[in-house]
């Protein structure tokens, strides 16, 4: 059969981009190269090269309507895919069910999946790309990792970064982007947790929504993954994360119910792991059941790429719709022989090939031109990158005034570390290649200006910093991890993940030993160790802060924007505070069984239920000012729709600031065991000095409901609900105590 060929035009610095994009890809750990040179065994159907793009975009990819009529935009999306599937051949239909590219995951090019179209009907190519973090393809909006977008506590910042993403795939004729990614942070330790969105379900749902409202806003297709409780790289491909039903629900699918419901996302990827015995990609429970039947999702489901799909008949049979990057599995041949031996019914191929359908005519992709016309706005996009960085970077720490800095005041700065004068980011699938940079060394020279004296120090003999420092009238040590796909990191110090950049807790202690006014900036996709934090006065967590991390965090040093975030997850003093430590049955799992026998007791939830003190808690961040809380106020809201609180926030200091308002409800235990608090609502707000807001915080029903295993529903228990409003989950300013159901407190 003749499959259609894509007419995209020529990427422009295509060799260098693709060049990049593979050391990228391929640049970290032993590991990962081990993992990644067995990708020709996991794709096995075939290394033809893929399809060369050429000649110009046509406008409008379907044709005249008049002989398809399935290409009438005026007609509803369902009418138009029940038109155009009464056309379609068998064969035809088997050849949607598989992606066709096994060269672009690591290139990026012509795009990182591509599913062809058939031209005898007028089906457009789909075109797909990574990018949590930005675009992953050539040169793009390098943004700041999205642990930073959920550390905002801003869905409209995370609407603003989708939103780049999406135009900028939209210009660039990409079709589906493989973000974001809402996995739960379970154990720090998580290779991938700089990609995710934090420890919490309701954080990382409200981030999720913000950046899939965004993206979609611009025409692209959102890629929610990886459904389900894929939250460690160790046996990713096939860990079987063993979970209850109440902790899936609390937990791991809130995020994806959210992408769903309320976000409405195009597409779901199934990820690698076993929930509960079975691949995700084989779970009719969680594919068929949970997914589409109980979610409502009407887009298509499509494996992450390689180790997701391992069979042809059950996996179509528990609701997989496509299979990527290329067609095995689902190859027409595997799905012929299915359907004729009865293993799978004709039906099945056709609601997979409607969901493909319905979803691109729901987005237009059959009447427009494959890129977006207009250019990108490159310097638009970079100061969104900025500005995300800016409310995502957390102030941990800041005794005795230190921050922020007054430019007028100083003579010199010290920047020392091993990637001061570096870009940082995660790696993996959701690396970016920067449109451009501005390192940490870089974005404080340039504010701190002519008359302030910057000397810059790698910090690899850390004797030699320490002079450097000792010299300076204020010493910022920049220090990293180094997080990506395929490897979790095997402890939580700093040098743990990468001995190549030294002993950096070594070099923290030499500095602050030989200057009292020392910064430190962590460049770190998750939590670490800080043995020395009584030793240093400052602290500042600025993630991997995207390609104008170097402005981002100099303007906050230097007071020009207020410290914008809160910690999306909790800081542990010791390793073996965290919910999985001392368990390896739960973490990293024995014999690729990974008990979350936690149940909901993660993140902040654990350290709070075992009486833990953390290093710094879950939500906490400061600002440059302070905020007095008056009045909290609580009342059932309207047609039982939960609570209502509203509180009085201050600005007491003498600048403008920023605070991240959080209500917390702690849950009767009548019926099951509850976390001493969950976060129900927060809201961000910017304040003038002296200036006074009220806030109000819907904790909706929902967010004070449990998962009732013995009726399959969300249900409210009787008893009394505990409100805590404050500036984190540790600092609660006011509280109030309110009866629900047939109960008096
Ligand atoms: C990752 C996905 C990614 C895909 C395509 C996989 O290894 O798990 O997150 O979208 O590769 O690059």
């Given at each position: 059969?003749?499959?259609?060929?894509?007419?995209?035009?020529?990427?422009?610095?295509?060799?260098?981009?693709?060049?990049?994009?593979?050391?990228?890809?391929?640049?970290?750990?032993?590991?990962?190269?081990?993992?990644?040179?067995?990708?020709?065994?996991?794709?096995?159907?075939?290394?033809?090269?893929?399809?060369?793009?050429?000649?110009?975009?046509?406008?409008?990819?379907?044709?005249?309507?008049?002989?398809?009529?399935?290409?009438?935009?005026?007609?509803?999306?369902?009418?138009?895919?029940?038109?155009?599937?009464?056309?379609?051949?068998?064969?035809?239909?088997?050849?949607?069910?598989?992606?066709?590219?096994?060269?672009?995951?690591?290139?990026?090019?012509?795009?990182?999946?591509?599913?062809?179209?058939?031209?005898?009907?007028?089906?457009?190519?789909?075109?797909?790309?990574?990018?949590?973090?930005?675009?992953?393809?050539?040169?793009?909006?390098?943004?700041?990792?999205?642990?930073?977008?959920?550390?905002?506590?801003?869905?409209?910042?995370?609407?603003?970064?989708?939103?780049?993403?999406?135009?900028?795939?939209?210009?660039?004729?990409?079709?589906?982007?493989?973000?974001?990614?809402?996995?739960?942070?379970?154990?720090?330790?998580?290779?991938?947790?700089?990609?995710?969105?934090?420890?919490?379900?309701?954080?990382?749902?409200?981030?999720?929504?913000?950046?899939?409202?965004?993206?979609?806003?611009?025409?692209?297709?959102?890629?929610?993954?990886?459904?389900?409780?894929?939250?460690?790289?160790?046996?990713?491909?096939?860990?079987?994360?063993?979970?209850?039903?109440?902790?899936?629900?609390?937990?791991?699918?809130?995020?994806?119910?959210?992408?769903?419901?309320?976000?409405?996302?195009?597409?779901?990827?199934?990820?690698?792991?076993?929930?509960?015995?079975?691949?995700?990609?084989?779970?009719?429970?969680?594919?068929?059941?949970?997914?589409?039947?109980?979610?409502?999702?009407?887009?298509?489901?499509?494996?992450?790429?390689?180790?997701a799909q391992v069979s042809t008949a059950d996996a179509a049979n528990a609701g997989t719709d496509l299979e990527m990057p290329r067609a095995f599995w689902f190859s027409p041949e595997a799905l012929r022989v299915a359907v004729a031996s009865g293993q799978v019914s004709p039906s099945v191929v056709d609601e997979a090939v409607r969901r493909i359908l319905r979803t691109m005519f729901r987005f237009g992709v059959f009447d427009r031109a494959r890129d977006d016309p207009g250019e990108i706005d490159v310097e638009g996009h970079s100061r969104a990158a900025r500005r995300l960085a800016e409310q995502g970077m957390v102030l941990l720490k800041n005794d005795r005034g230190v921050l922020p800095l007054d430019a007028s005041r100083l003579r010199s700065v010290a920047v020392i570390g091993p990637e001061s004068d570096e870009y940082r980011s995660g790696g993996g699938s959701s690396r970016v290649e920067p449109?451009?940079?501005?390192?940490?060394?870089?974005?404080?020279?340039?504010?701190?200006?002519?008359?302030?004296?910057?000397?810059?120090?790698?910090?690899?003999?850390?004797?030699?910093?320490?002079?450097?420092?000792?010299?300076?009238?204020?010493?910022?040590?920049?220090?990293?991890?180094?997080?990506?796909?395929?490897?979790?990191?095997?402890?939580?110090?700093?040098?743990?993940?990468?001995?190549?950049?030294?002993?950096?807790?070594?070099?923290?202690?030499?500095?602050?030993?030989?200057?009292?006014?020392?910064?430190?900036?962590?460049?770190?996709?998750?939590?670490?160790?800080?043995?020395?934090?009584?030793?240093?006065?400052?602290?500042?967590e600025a993630w991997y802060p995207g390609q104008e991390g170097g402005n981002a965090i100099a303007r906050m040093l230097f007071g020009d924007v207020d410290p914008g975030g809160r910690l999306p997850v909790t800081f542990p003093r010791e390793e073996g505070d965290t919910p999985t430590s001392g368990h390896p049955e739960r973490y990293p799992g024995i014999a690729a069984n990974a008990s979350y026998s936690e149940g909901v007791f993660v993140g902040y939830?654990?350290?709070?239920?075992?009486?833990?003190?953390?290093?710094?808690?879950?939500?906490?961040?400061?600002?440059?000012?302070?905020?007095?809380?008056?009045?909290?106020?609580?009342?059932?809201?309207?047609?039982?729709?939960?609570?209502?609180?509203?509180?009085?926030?201050?600005?007491?200091?003498?600048?403008?600031?920023?605070?991240?308002?959080?209500?917390?409800?702690?849950?009767?235990?009548?019926?099951?065991?509850?976390?001493?608090?969950?976060?129900?609502?927060?809201?961000?707000?910017?304040?003038?000095?002296?200036?006074?807001?009220?806030?109000?915080?819907?904790?909706?029903?929902?967010?004070?409901?449990?998962?009732?295993?013995?009726?399959?529903?969300?249900?409210?228990?009787?008893?009394?609900?505990?409100?805590?409003?404050?500036?984190?989950?540790?600092?609660?300013?006011?509280?109030?105590?309110?009866?629900?159901?047939?109960?008096?407190?």
């Amino acid at each position: 059969m003749r499959r259609g060929r894509s007419t995209a035009p020529q990427e422009s610095g295509g060799s260098t981009a693709n060049c990049l994009g593979v050391v990228g890809y391929v640049r970290s750990s032993i590991v990962e190269r081990a993992v990644l040179s067995l990708a020709p065994l996991l794709l096995v159907a075939g290394l033809a090269p893929p399809p060369v793009a050429s000649g110009p975009a046509s406008t409008g990819r379907c044709g005249d309507p008049a002989e398809r009529p399935w290409c009438d935009a005026r007609l509803t999306p369902d009418e138009r895919t029940e038109l155009l599937l009464a056309e379609m051949t068998l064969e035809e239909r088997f050849s949607l069910m598989g992606g066709d590219d096994p060269i672009g995951v690591f290139t990026g090019e012509p795009a990182n999946g591509t599913s062809e179209g058939i031209e005898r009907l007028g089906i457009p190519t789909l075109f797909f790309n990574d990018g949590p973090a930005g675009l992953r393809k050539g040169r793009a909006t390098a943004l700041p990792a999205p642990v930073s977008l959920a550390a905002a506590f801003d869905p409209t910042g995370a609407r603003r970064a989708g939103g780049v993403v999406g135009d900028e795939a939209r210009k660039r004729g990409i079709d589906v982007v493989h973000a974001p990614a809402v996995n739960i942070v379970r154990t720090p330790l998580g290779g991938r947790s700089f990609e995710y969105y934090g420890e919490d379900p309701l954080l990382a749902a409200r981030t999720g929504v913000g950046f899939i409202r965004g993206l979609q806003g611009e025409g692209a297709i959102a890629n929610v993954k990886h459904y389900v409780a894929n939250n460690q790289e160790t046996d990713r491909f096939v860990t079987n994360a063993i979970v209850d039903e109440r902790t899936l629900r609390e937990i791991y699918l809130p995020a994806f119910e959210a992408a769903v419901v309320d976000a409405g996302v195009g597409t779901v990827m199934l990820a690698y792991n076993r929930v509960n015995g079975r691949k995700v990609t084989e779970n009719a429970e969680l594919v068929n059941g949970v997914l589409k039947r109980d979610l409502g999702f009407t887009g298509f489901a499509l494996t992450d790429y390689g180790m997701a799909q391992v069979s042809t008949a059950d996996a179509a049979n528990a609701g997989t719709d496509l299979e990527m990057p290329r067609a095995f599995w689902f190859s027409p041949e595997a799905l012929r022989v299915a359907v004729a031996s009865g293993q799978v019914s004709p039906s099945v191929v056709d609601e997979a090939v409607r969901r493909i359908l319905r979803t691109m005519f729901r987005f237009g992709v059959f009447d427009r031109a494959r890129d977006d016309p207009g250019e990108i706005d490159v310097e638009g996009h970079s100061r969104a990158a900025r500005r995300l960085a800016e409310q995502g970077m957390v102030l941990l720490k800041n005794d005795r005034g230190v921050l922020p800095l007054d430019a007028s005041r100083l003579r010199s700065v010290a920047v020392i570390g091993p990637e001061s004068d570096e870009y940082r980011s995660g790696g993996g699938s959701s690396r970016v290649e920067p449109s451009s940079t501005v390192t940490p060394l870089e974005g404080i020279r340039r504010r701190a200006g002519d008359d302030v004296e910057v000397v810059h120090d790698t910090g690899y003999v850390p004797q030699r910093a320490a002079q450097v420092a000792a010299a300076a009238d204020v010493a910022i040590v920049v220090v990293n991890d180094d997080q990506t796909e395929f490897v979790d990191e095997a402890c939580l110090s700093l040098q743990c993940g990468d001995p190549t950049n030294g002993d950096q807790d070594g070099l923290v202690r030499a500095v602050a030993a030989a200057n009292p006014r020392t910064v430190v900036v962590l460049e770190t996709g998750s939590p670490v160790l800080m043995p020395w934090e009584a030793e240093v006065p400052a602290i500042v967590e600025a993630w991997y802060p995207g390609q104008e991390g170097g402005n981002a965090i100099a303007r906050m040093l230097f007071g020009d924007v207020d410290p914008g975030g809160r910690l999306p997850v909790t800081f542990p003093r010791e390793e073996g505070d965290t919910p999985t430590s001392g368990h390896p049955e739960r973490y990293p799992g024995i014999a690729a069984n990974a008990s979350y026998s936690e149940g909901v007791f993660v993140g902040y939830r654990h350290y709070d239920e075992h009486g833990i003190e953390p290093l710094f808690p879950f939500g906490h961040g400061l600002s440059y000012t302070t905020f007095a809380y008056h009045d909290l106020r609580v009342r059932h809201a309207p047609r039982g729709d939960g609570l209502v609180a509203t509180v009085q926030v201050e600005n007491t200091g003498d600048r403008t600031g920023t605070e991240v308002v959080q209500a917390y409800v702690g849950k009767p235990e009548a019926e099951v065991a509850q976390p001493p608090t969950s976060l129900a609502a927060f809201r961000k707000v910017t304040l003038d000095p002296g200036e006074r807001r009220r806030v109000t915080l819907h904790l909706t029903r929902r967010s004070l409901s449990y998962w009732d295993v013995a009726r399959d529903r969300w249900s409210v228990a009787d008893g009394c609900y505990d409100v805590l409003v404050g500036s984190s989950s540790r600092d609660v300013r006011a509280r109030d105590r309110l009866p629900l159901g047939a109960a008096a407190c």
